[in-house]
């Protein structure tokens, strides 16, 4: 895997976070690295012979050309850590209409499947089973009279913290950031940053394993767009050129929101660190948004159809974040249809509040695998 990997899914990350439907008050949490790792195998096994204006939307959207995307793609498939999975159903009725159908089974699946499409039931077992119970319902709606073939991956993730936090009442952030209860601890150190000109502070918490980390990113001084607190959070996490780490004395986000004390230019010592306790739920259509790529892929896969085509993509998230660890899971589904079918998705409820929206990146031997905008903090149950 070459470093090419890092900027694309960083940049990647940025506009899926932007395309996501939020109302500026829901949280919203995704795999970025799930859906980018899909098109990525969807677009390495199809034939863009006769369409190169779609492949030139798809490695946009990629970031890189399709053969490297799938030389990284046969890398992370390898990468037990990030624990995934891969799978194919199709009908057989319609294959003849894809010739290449059958290659592009076997291309895309560690379980090289013959497998019919499987009841609704049968889906939705498979995505709880593969995500821990975190998903359940498979996030595509399937009628196997109309669906051709259908593809889907996992990537599951349940850490549990290194250090254990202490939920805590705090005066100065529950009272001026809506904040009800925060997580405290003396084993964590934030390091404060700089990226163009905006200054952010970050935290890492570890898992109690030696490759997983989630990063908490809060944005200083002023609130900032989706695109830039995302993309800041990536740079941050992944140590980008242009980030530059600042060795505060004393920093004060207006008067009586945050005061933190550092020693200047020293790293190892103890500090009380608190942070907002979070969760996110979030479902999307990824078919909805050609930032993305689906859309020209499906166009290109589907060209040489008898008759008309339409096509679906959808994924299902969720993210939790609490006093103990961390749950995070992402389906992601894409379906190739006879006829063109409504989005299907879960509906998104909290009723907490946040007084300014911040980011977190989940990392797994360092590549970004989570991450998601949190715009209303969590009362710890």
Do not use: C
């Not at 790792?37 to 779609?54: G, H, N, R």
């Not at 992402?330 to 946040?354: D, E, H, I």
Request: aromatic share 10%.
């Amino acid at each position: 895997m070459t470093t090419s990997l890092i900027p694309a899914l960083a940049r990647y990350a940025t506009r899926f976070h932007a395309a996501l439907p939020n109302d500026d008050t829901t949280n919203s949490a995704a795999s970025p690295l799930g859906s980018w790792m899909l098109l990525a195998s969807l677009a390495v096994s199809t034939d863009f012979s006769t369409t190169p204006d779609q492949k030139a939307a798809v490695e946009d959207a990629l970031g890189m050309t399709v053969e490297e995307a799938g030389e990284h793609v046969a890398v992370l498939r390898e990468n037990e850590a990030l624990n995934y999975v891969s799978k194919v159903w199709y009908q057989s009725q319609g294959l003849t209409d894809f010739p290449v159908v059958n290659e592009w089974i076997h291309r895309n699946t560690l379980e090289p499947a013959e497998a019919k499409i499987p009841s609704q039931d049968l889906l939705d077992a498979w995505a709880s089973e593969h995500t821990h119970g975190l998903i359940k319902k498979f996030p595509v709606a399937v009628d196997p009279a109309a669906t051709v073939f259908l593809m889907a991956n996992v990537i599951y993730s349940k850490l549990v913290w290194q250090k254990a936090f202490q939920p805590a009442l705090e005066g100065t952030m529950s009272e001026a950031w809506n904040v009800e209860e925060v997580l405290h601890s003396t084993h964590l150190i934030s390091q404060f940053y700089q990226v163009d000109g905006k200054t952010f502070i970050s935290t890492a918490v570890k898992a109690d394993n030696d490759h997983e980390q989630v990063h908490v990113v809060l944005p200083l001084y002023e609130d900032l767009d989706d695109d830039t607190l995302i993309s800041a959070a990536y740079r941050i996490v992944t140590g980008s050129e242009g980030v530059k780490e600042v060795a505060a004395v004393h920093v004060t986000d207006e008067p009586g929101i945050l005061s933190r004390d550092t020693e200047a230019g020293y790293k190892g010592h103890k500090q009380d660190t608190l942070i907002p306790a979070w969760e996110a739920q979030s479902t999307h259509d990824l078919m909805s948004f050609p930032v993305f790529g689906y859309e020209p892929l499906s166009e290109a896969f589907a060209a040489g159809a008898k008759d008309g085509w339409g096509a679906q993509a959808a994924q299902s998230v969720v993210a939790k974040f609490g006093a103990e660890g961390f749950e995070a899971a992402a389906v992601t589904a894409f379906s190739v249809l006879r006829s063109a079918a409504m989005p299907q998705g879960m509906r998104v409820v909290l009723n907490v509040k946040y007084g300014r929206k911040f980011a977190f990146v989940s990392t797994v031997n360092e590549l970004p695998v989570f991450s998601g905008i949190i715009r209303e903090a969590k009362k710890l149950a």
